[in-house]
DNA sequence: GCTCTCTATTTGTGATCACAATTACGTACG
DNA sequence: CGTACGTAATTGTGATCACAAATAGAGAGC
């Protein structure tokens, strides 16, 4: 099999040892592998191994066949039914309905934290916002997602919700592998958000258009990447490899 | 530890030996779990050990590791820090996040599934509403969980969403066991359903009332079963178990 | 009766092995 | 140059083993 592997974790201001210390190897894996697709590191469609994954994440292929088995339960990696492992491609009717789904469950999510966001959480949210403009400006697609990604779950967290939380960072991470390939395509200069709307209500205390404010920001990104998703399609069909392709490395 | 086991599968009329007879151990074992879950087979709170269900279906603790695995990462099982498996209970909180999560993602579900909804498939889910009727009338709440579940996905697979679908799976599989411990409490007497205004929406190819009765179907389930809840956590307390006690077992 | 303590048992975790199925790739043929 | 084929290497699956941690249950003390 020509095996993918993942860009090693160390980028730009390495993140500082994964947040929890927690003893399991699988554990590890699991966070490594999720960050990992929720910033589009992994390409979707290129195979992974077990045993290539734990050479990598320096364990033995037993920690990263629970983690692959977890995140296959959550459809964020697709297990062939030959046992192949790859990152799901996208198809436009899957997007238009994470995209759906997103539109139903992040507002709510955020309506339930509006009260529990405070002077200090909303300027937290405001510098990553300002971040967020830096990275768009800077045309780095990786930390625009990493920033992205945090300022929406440092709302949803506050709703202290384990219903609506797992089911919203189940879809991002479905999306992210295809998110960065659309902005890895199209690049993020036309790219726009409601994230200072969403601030203002938020500020208000306006729990309707706070969540309305996120509804858009989600609807106005499916409008922005619907040409892109088209063209993609047809101009990038499933490469039929057939020889082995050089990828980047995951680390812990 | 005290073990918790679960009852076989094959009640009245046992299932035609589970759906596809897939040659893998761990997918007998999932969706041996899966149903169990969603019949609310398991009683919330007790453990389950690896090796006893490895021992109750027939298999080594690997496939059943793999299983638990992928279930624990819906959050439809538990695993404790310490190692422990159990089926999560639910507070009242959750209880009404799910049911909310359900009234945004099963009618939306449902819209969809509507153009794909023919006369055969109608006839199909009036047969299971009729058979509901019957098990609530015969106060069967096995039998009324196992049709009412066949009945609201004999709606939502025709959506043929894997985006919506796995979701609503998910929170299914969460909700389950709680709505066994109300029904095995309260009774099914007081039930009502709105199964009959969705069927007929679903005749007039009306899909905002099919939508519409769907959610009803929740909210009013939801509100049905709120007295029930907070009887509940007053009068069962999380019991401090001393010793072992006697469970249901599972099988393939 | 209740709580604490201590020990034998049980349990999840991780590693390694064997094996059937699948895949990769060089080779022959068109 | 592309396609089909056959063999060797790779891969996921399942089983078994070792081990540290956690638990159960009996016993001592209050």
Redesign the interface.
């Given at each position: 099999m020509s095996e993918q592997t993942l860009s090693t974790l160390s980028g730009p201001q390495a993140s500082p040892q994964d947040l929890s210390v927690r003893s399991n190897a699988r554990d590890r894996v699991t966070s490594a592998l999720r960050e990992a697709l929720i910033i589009g590191r992994i390409q979707p469609g290129l195979p992974m191994t077990l045993r290539g994954l734990a050479d990598q994440l320096g364990v033995s292929p037993m920690p990263v066949?629970?983690a692959i088995?977890?995140?296959?339960?959550?459809?964020a990696i697709d297990i062939s039914a030959s046992g192949r492992i790859t990152v799901p491609r996208l198809d436009q009717k899957?997007i238009t309905?994470?995209l759906?789904?997103r539109a139903?469950?992040e507002p709510?999510a955020a309506a339930?934290a509006l009260p529990n966001i405070d002077r200090e959480c909303l300027r937290q949210l405001k510098r990553i916002d300002d971040e967020i403009d830096v990275s768009l400006s800077d045309g780095n697609v990786e930390r625009y997602m990493v920033l992205n990604h945090a300022f929406h779950f440092a709302i949803y967290e506050r709703s202290l919700?384990?219903?609506?939380l797992?089911?919203i960072e189940?879809?991002w991470l479905?999306f992210g592998p295809f998110m960065r390939m659309v902005y890895g395509r199209v690049g993020t200069t036309g790219l726009v958000d409601h994230h200072k709307q969403a601030l203002e209500a938020a500020a208000r205390g306006d729990a309707a258009a706070f969540a309305e404010a996120i509804r858009l920001d989600i609807s106005e990104g499916m409008e922005l990447i619907g040409d892109a998703v088209r063209d993609a399609e047809v101009q990038h069909p499933p490469p039929r490899r057939r020889r082995k392709i050089a990828a980047p490395k995951v680390t812990i």
């Open positions: 066949r629970e088995r977890g995140l296959a339960a959550e459809r899957r309905e994470i759906d789904a139903l469950l709510r339930l919700s384990d219903v609506f797992p089911l189940s879809v479905r």
